[in-house]
């Protein structure tokens, strides 16, 4: 817990505590509003993980909203030929792994503009998911992971198991890349050559090799983001993604470049999502909805002036290496 | 085409050597299209379409023809101007993909002041496309300042902001707007624009390109003749020295974003007055992340932007054709032009794949350059 900030625990038990309070005034409606808020920071949290991991490795994704589209496209067009949904997974993650090799592969070995690359993805996914794309196709679901008795606590049970599997292993990675990041000889170098690259490579470090796997690591996270975009939505959509890939880029800056801080983000924009569409839902607010569409967008730009100078990107973040 | 002509010892006739300087800068973009068509060709095959019959149909439909040139050149307007902005906006370092964002509303705030007043032809043509023009420069100036200021990517307000100006333009067109056309019915647009506010065409010409090259050719002229331009450049190749050198970094960012945005937004609405008559949001999908590709295709010199936006344009305007004579989704444009980004953005790629030695001196240009820029 030492890695945990005084400020971050303060938050948290603020929310939980206003969430319990709210519990008892409406359950039903609360249990509504926090379960969306899940569902919304999933993607958007895992799509975090993806820029984190790259940048802390000293590569600029911003090609996360192209690497969600593409494997969201190959989820649910395998899953649908094939009939089985874990294929479909699979060839997602398998299709968000090249998406990866191709940053690795223009980012590092080429050297190009990092951020011209991510560019190039996002126009390429949405050109490409467009133009394959198949018309009234269906795909069978995502299942859910039960797990006895914890499934059926109150609050924390529909919040985490009623979603499918990919709400609860948005949450678990967190755990996962966390522990990576900060508790293994690997996480150290990662940050290492993030921070600085020559000090890593004197030490004997491969940073090119750690580099092409972090990303394409890295960008599997974002594939998942986009698998559980398609296990909300249960089918594909040309540009489903909406911008959610950028959104996710906020989110990463406003946790300060951590996984809890990136998912405390996630589920505060969750948060003001799932609000907005009970408060949209009930009609409790006359208000067109084209107002409502802009909520997240102009969120986004608020949360990135709020913490735009106080997050410090990785030093060697969009800086090829050159060798010592 | 940044050579260092003057620096060549033995460039006896500068006139000559400036030309061929820009010939040699020609190769690479050149290769870049052709290498962009041999990959998308294989994807066409996959897809079952003959490449070649595919690309005849393009040049014939968008270059061979009086019709099809007119309309190849209305295509390439807005594109001209989108171009530009992002291509603008990269001299100073900045990465401005909200060139969506910043059309639209451009395109429907010169289509409100086309329907809602009346005016001299001579005033209304200009004020409109002003009025269009500045509400973009605004909004343009705001992603500039959140930057200088606080921080803000450009690369993730601009893109946030595409998503707020394409709302707004949709509310404001839509049956609760105040904008939205009685007649229209179901579909969510403006009135028609008063004829005085009309951009006319010149026999198959749109009269719009022109004012587009206007851009382009003043867009040169402040980058390379001004203090200003000098200072947008200085500002682009390292942001620490020029603030040593005593230039004013936040107000160049500003600057720079808005008159960025103010293309882009001349770009809409000259959509909206030469194109359409009306503003209507489907109308212009798409259009700003071409300039993307197009200011990249012309290694972001803005009189080179123009034949760039015209090829793009061309592409643009046989996406008709393509699917009515071989099924092909429209969107076969956007791979062609995401390949060509590719190839034109890695010379180091094309440098590998054709071994000219000549090719070693096609610089790299100054983009954006990560995070901290």
Known sequence: MKDVKPVT???????????????????????????????????????????????????????????????????????????????????????????????????????QDQIIAGTIINIFALGFTSFYYIQGRTMPGVPSVSIPFLEDLPFVGPMLFSHGIL??????????????????????????????????????????????????????????????????????????????????????????YRPFGAMGAALLFGFLGGLQAQLQFKGALDIPPQFFGMIPYLLTIIVLAAAGLAARPPAAAGTPYEGA | ??????????????????????????????????????????????????????????????????????????????LVLGGLAVAFAFKAGLFNIGGQGQLLLGAAFAAWIGYSIGLPTVIHIPFAMAVGGLVAALLGAIVGALKAYRGAHEVITTIMFNFVAGNLTDYLVSRDGPWNDPEGGAIARTPRLQDSAIIPTWGEIPMGFFFACFFAVLAWWLLNKTTFGFEIITTGANKHAAKYAGINVNRIIILTMAISAFLAGVGGAVQSQGVFGRFEASNNTGLGFDGITIALLARTNPIAVIPAAVLIGGLNASTTRLQQDFRIEPEVVSILQALILFFVAAPSVVRYIVRWKGLDDAEDIQLTGGWGS
Request: aromatic share 8%; with cysteine; proline share 3%.
């Open chain 2, 1 to 78: 085409m940044t050579s260092p002509v003057t620096t060549d010892p033995e460039a006896g006739n500068q006139e000559s050597s400036a030309l061929a300087a820009g010939l040699r800068g020609l190769r690479l973009p050149i290769i870049a299209v052709f290498l962009a068509a041999v990959v998308g060709g294989i994807l066409l095959l996959i897809s079952g379409d003959n490449p070649f019959s595919v690309y005849a149909a393009i040049v014939d439909e968008s270059f061979l023809s009086g019709s099809g040139i007119g309309r190849t050149l209305e295509k390439a307007t807005p």
């Open chain 1, 9 to 111: 625990l303060f938050f948290a038990v603020v929310a939980l505590v206003l969430a319990v309070i709210s519990y008892q005034w409406d359950g039903r409606q609360t249990e509504a509003v926090v379960s969306r808020a899940v569902v919304e920071a999933g993607p958007l949290l895992l799509g975090a993980l993806c820029g984190l991991l790259c940048e802390r490795s000293g590569v600029i994704n911003i090609g996360i909203e192209g690497t969600m589209l593409m494997s969201a496209f190959a989820g649910f067009f395998i899953a649908s030929y094939s009939g089985t949904v874990w294929l479909g997974l699979l060839g997602g993650l398998a299709m968000s792994a090249i998406v990866g090799l191709f940053l690795a592969w223009t980012s590092i070995t080429l050297r």
């Open chain 1, 167 to 256: 709400t609860f292993s948005a949450m678990f990675l967190v755990v996962v890349v966390h522990l990576f990041l900060y508790r293994t000889r690997w996480g150290l170098r990662t940050r290492a050559i993030g921070e600085h690259p020559s000090a890593a490579d004197t030490v004997g470090v491969n940073i090119i090799s750690l580099r092409y796997r972090n990303v394409i690591l890295a960008s599997m996270l974002g594939g998942l983001a986009g698998l559980h975009l398609l296990q909300s939505a249960s089918s594909f959509q040309r540009g489903m993604t909406n911008g959610k890939g950028f959104i996710a880029l906020a989110v990463m800056l406003f946790g300060r």
